[in-house]
């Protein structure tokens, strides 16, 4: 808990000192590149994200089209899922932990999406959350709804790149990647497994979170901004 309160500190000092008033989409890219060299399980991607509309818990509609002005952050999972996906959601909740404690909280959407709508009911998606240390205030596990087709979800994931096995006993294989999408809607990188270094997506997420125009702010990068602290 304390090196979660430190890195908040830092980050917090870094978007408020160090970065330049108006954070450009140059710097985006910037640290894309330098990520890229520093993070193994980082994808960068730059094309538009698949639109959905799903249902919340309690039956109300959420598109993605809707959180245009955030920085979305999602991945697919279901909750009769014994290993992968929990660790998953936790570390989730570890990387929305520390973002919820930088001035970018309120610029950050996270979604954990169903693959298994058919058995992810109202009640289990609500107990999920409390279940691995998820915030309801920027965050939602999502699913099909009742009156669409079992494999919309799947099919969303697949249109992420998710391929799908169905076994014998009813468990699914599919690849664990936590997605990132910007402000405008699209869909800037993916970041694979459970062994990324969580501070690099929040370092990332937060850069996308300020990226406001393109006027080019050549001094330190926003790397070297962040490393300085330490």
């Known amino acids: 808990m304390i090196e979660r309160r430190l ?91 520390m973002v919820n404690q930088t001035p970018t909280r309120d610029q950050v959407q996270f979604f954990s999406i169903t693959t298994d709508p058919e058995n992810d009911t109202p009640d289990i998606l609500r107990d999920y959350g409390p279940a691995h240390g998820l915030d309801p205030s920027n965050w939602v596990f999502l699913t099909s709804g009742p009156d669409r087709p079992e494999d919309t979800t799947r099919k969303l994931a697949e249109s992420f790149g998710h391929g799908f096995t169905k076994t014998e006993d009813g468990y699914q294989a599919h690849g664990v990647v936590t997605h990132v999408i910007d402000r405008e809607g699209r869909w800037r990188a993916n970041f694979h497994g459970l062994e990324f270094e969580p501070m690099n997506l929040v370092i990332y997420i937060n850069a996308l979170g300020n990226a406001h125009g393109t006027e080019k702010h050549p001094e330190q990068s926003w790397w070297d901004r962040i490393l300085n602290l330490f």
């Open 7 to 97: 890195f908040a500190t830092l980050v917090t000092a870094v978007l408020a000192a160090a970065a330049p008033p108006s954070a450009s989409a140059h710097s985006v890219e910037d640290l894309g590149r330098e990520l890229g060299d520093r993070e193994k399980y980082f994808q960068p991607i730059d094309k538009q994200a698949p639109e959905f509309e799903l249902q919340d818990p309690d039956g109300r509609m959420v598109r993605l089209e809707d959180f245009r002005d955030k920085v979305v952050v999602l991945h697919f999972i279901y909750a009769g899922c014994p290993d992968a996906c929990p660790l998953h959601a936790d570390l989730i909740a570890r990387v929305q932990e």
